[in-house]
């Protein structure tokens, strides 16, 4: 069973930095997609990976390119998210999602769409205030 925890969250104030962690067992963090998703307080969860990082490579939503960079550590399996410049529209819970690369319409990769995806952490929350 493949099993991501997240961890990191917190209240900062804009322009502070946050470094949210996802551990994951059940599965190698270099076979898999692992993504991170969020939900802003009183909205859905976002249907499209902030982050994503797999074998193919890394994609950032231009919402955070510039400001979050995240890292794999194979030792440890684990995929941390490093944020800065944080912006108080950035407040939400951050998902973890880890799985193998799904096949799809544009072949088998790391897609960023959430249903391609069956394991989910239960979030960190992360607040941004002025």
């Known amino acids: 069973q493949v099993r991501p925890v997240e961890s990191g969250g917190g209240s900062v104030q804009a322009g502070g930095s946050l470094r949210l962690s996802c551990t994951i067992s059940g599965i190698k963090v270099n076979n898999a997609c692992v993504g991170w998703f969020r939900q802003p307080p009183g909205k859905e969860r976002e249907k499209f990976a902030i982050?994503?990082?797999?074998?193919?490579?890394?994609t950032y939503d231009d919402s955070v390119k510039g400001r979050f960079t995240v890292s794999r550590d194979i030792a440890e399996n684990a995929v941390y998210l490093q944020m800065d410049s944080l912006k108080q529209e950035d407040s939400a819970t951050y998902f973890c999602?880890?799985?193998?690369?799904?096949?799809?319409?544009?072949?088998?990769?790391?897609?960023?769409?959430?249903?391609?995806?069956?394991?989910w952490g239960k979030g960190t929350e992360v607040t941004v205030s002025s």
């Open positions: 982050v994503m990082i797999g074998n193919d490579g890394t």
């Open positions: 999602e880890a799985d193998y690369r799904s096949t799809g319409s544009e072949g088998t990769m790391c897609y960023t769409r959430d249903f391609m995806y069956d394991y």
